[in-house]
């Protein structure tokens, strides 16, 4: 009896181990870049990790509802380089020289962010009729729009008379909508963090509290039966592809104003980081699995090892081996969840 009651442990502690070896990985080199560099553990530190995660978890939360009907969203970053453009187009100083529309009034800054978050709501829309409609796999159908959108946001962006520049000079007002703070010393909290706080609340209740949400794991979960059980797969996977272009376009504005302008190519590859993040933070490739605690948990988890290792001096390319090995970690676990429960 003991002899079965320890192999019994061990299988337990076996399997403990293996589904959490990818959390392990990350304590160990979060233990490393503070042995190396003690200076790491600052609040200044994890409030910058936390301001520059900030449009990340919204573009995240974005990808995560997709993944978890079991679609994905490989155009998210073009259109976070979309809405970028648009807006920071739309907020230039009316004195600075180079603006792309010298007529243009100035404009409240709520305007612009809004036209962004409502043009990439349609870029959305249209991802989710050739996904539900047109019934094209997830990853090839957004894999187009995002070469359609990249070359419909160069066309705009590379254009006479001053051709392809990073559009900058953005209005003051906006600088200060995204790079303000209140209070101030070490409870000093930036307008990012908060908004990113927002979002995630609102993401929150959708998916916990609302039929919206319910639906949204019923068909990740296995779409054939949510069909059978009267949801309409097409409206809510409509609306899930809505409201991730719509996060996109309001992280894509607040990416413009915290980097100080835009270019054709902001937001590239941020659609894999956003995957990874779900991906480490709990959400399953296969669909029906996630929750935004988790979402919030890998955006941060990932911003805290870039910039952990970028602070101990981490050769930039050894960084994306790390990062690479992170995500084959995060889904071969998943994977390996999956295989086990059919």
Do not use: H
């Not at 993401?203 to 779409?223: R, S």
């Not at 039966?225 to 996977?237: D, F, Q």
Request: with cysteine; glycine share 12%.
């Amino acid at each position: 009896m003991r002899k079965v009651k320890s192999i019994w442990k061990n299988e337990l502690i076996g399997e403990w181990l293996a589904n959490n070896v990818i959390y392990l990985v990350l304590i160990i080199l979060l233990i490393i870049i503070i042995a190396i560099s003690p200076d790491f553990l600052t609040v200044n530190n994890f409030r910058n990790i936390l301001t520059q995660a900030s449009t990340r978890i919204i573009i995240a939360l974005g990808v995560g509802g997709i993944l978890i009907t079991q679609g994905t969203d490989l155009s998210a970053g073009r259109i976070v380089g979309f809405a970028a453009v648009l807006s920071a187009s739309l907020l230039q100083a009316t004195d600075y020289a180079y603006r792309m529309y010298p007529d243009l009034m100035r404009l409240p800054v709520a305007v612009p962010i809004l036209i962004a978050m409502v043009a990439c709501a349609l870029i959305g829309l249209v991802n989710g009729l050739i996904v539900a409609i047109l019934k094209v796999p997830p990853f090839i159908a957004t894999l187009g729009t995002m070469i359609i959108i990249y070359g419909l946001n160069s066309i705009y962006f590379d254009r006479p008379p001053y051709g392809a520049q990073p559009i900058g000079g953005l209005d003051p007002n906006f600088s200060d909508f995204v790079l303000g703070s209140i209070g101030s010393g070490v409870f000093e909290i930036p307008y990012l963090i908060i908004y990113a706080a927002i979002v995630t609340a609102i993401i929150w209740v959708l998916w916990n509290k609302t039929l919206l949400g319910k639906n949204m794991y019923a068909i990740g979960g296995n779409p054939e039966a949510a069909t059978v059980s009267g949801v309409n797969v097409v409206k809510y996977l409509l609306i899930i592809y809505v409201i991730g272009g719509a996060l996109y376009g309001f992280a894509g504005a607040l990416e413009a104003g915290r980097v100080g302008s835009a270019t054709n190519n902001t937001g590239n590859m941020y659609e894999l980081d956003a995957i990874a993040a779900c991906v480490v933070g709990g959400v399953s490739t296969s669909g029906g699995i996630g929750t935004v605690p988790g979402i919030i948990a890998g955006v941060l988890i990932f911003q805290v090892i870039n910039y952990g290792l970028a602070f101990i001096g981490v050769n930039p390319y050894l960084q994306f081996v790390v990062k690479g090995l992170i995500i084959i970690s995060a889904v071969a676990i998943d994977m390996r969840k999956y295989t086990k429960k059919s």
